[in-house]
């Protein structure tokens, strides 16, 4: 018994006709007539009696009717829900940097809700960095991060752009005087960094450890906001992405402190775990971010 001869002895019920279930079908009369006798055969009984042109559901055919109903609706039910699989739904649990989720990420967040809004999104901010934890345990899916270019060999990489660093600085400062300033020039100076564990803060300590300077202090604060608002009222010199601080060093708030120092090789990164099973839901995201990035980085060059 095949579907398909189930649908014929459907179609030749409703129609009560071989020949117009033929032509609603599109195959030959002697096609239909051969797939009811293979049904009557495999079942060992007549489904129809046939009297003249007319034709009849016998007592078995009226028993065979229900359950083909039933069978042909169970089936077209689980082509739906296999092909509703393929639709972008459930939820994305994504790891991010204040600074990117702000800056860089709305417009991709907009556009995708827009075109998948049966995707619910979680936005997680872990202020130590340590996602690639995360990652391996499969606690998020996928992570946006702002660090020098990740080459561990479980993690897929895309490196998105390079994301422009600022050693930021009030307007009164001694050093917003200078034209160039290296990471000496920060010997003695009270900093206001990011949180312990964030990657950029990381890799502009490592800078001034290599150098031999020490600050005078370091303060930790989890809020980009914060920061930028204790260095304008003069707690220390603060180091941020300058998409960040844009708005202020164009309102005379801040300044940016002319860096000759070595260059940080900050890049903003996408990257999940090779092994993670990619849903309708996560391929669409990977596929819409790197399309959109790719366009923005090919207008600005």
Known sequence: MELRQLKTFLTVVKLASFTKAANELGYAQSSVTGQIQLLEEEFGTMLFERLGKQIKLT????????????????????????TDS???????????????CLHRLPEVFNTFRQEYPQVGINLYFDTGGD??????????????FLDVP??????????LFEETMSVIAPPGH???QERSISPRDLTGEPLVLTSPGC?????????????????SSIMGVSS??????????????????QIVVQQELLSGLLVDLPWEGPAFGITAQLIYHKDKWQSPALKAFIAMVLQSFKTETAQLS
Do not use: M
């Not at 800078?207 to 600050?215: D, F, N």
């Open 174 to 176: 001694r050093l917003a």
């Open 224 to 241: 980009n906001e914060v920061i930028k608002r204790f260095v304008s009222d003069g707690w220390g010199i603060g180091f941020l992405p």
């Open 59 to 82: 007592k078995d055919g009226e028993n065979l009717f229900n359950y083909a109903s039933q069978i042909l609706t169970l089936s077209d039910e689980a082509k739906a829900v296999i």
């Open 150 to 159: 990740c080459n561990e060999k479980d993690l897929i990489t895309h490196v």
């Open 131 to 144: 996602y690639r934890t995360l990652l391996r345990k499969n606690a998020i899916d996928i992570v946006f």
């Open 199 to 215: 990657t950029y803060r990381g890799i502009l300590e490592s800078i001034l450890t290599q150098s031999g300077v020490k600050p």
């Open 86 to 100: 393929f639709t972008p739904k459930g939820s994305l649990t994504i790891g991010t940097a204040e600074s990117l």
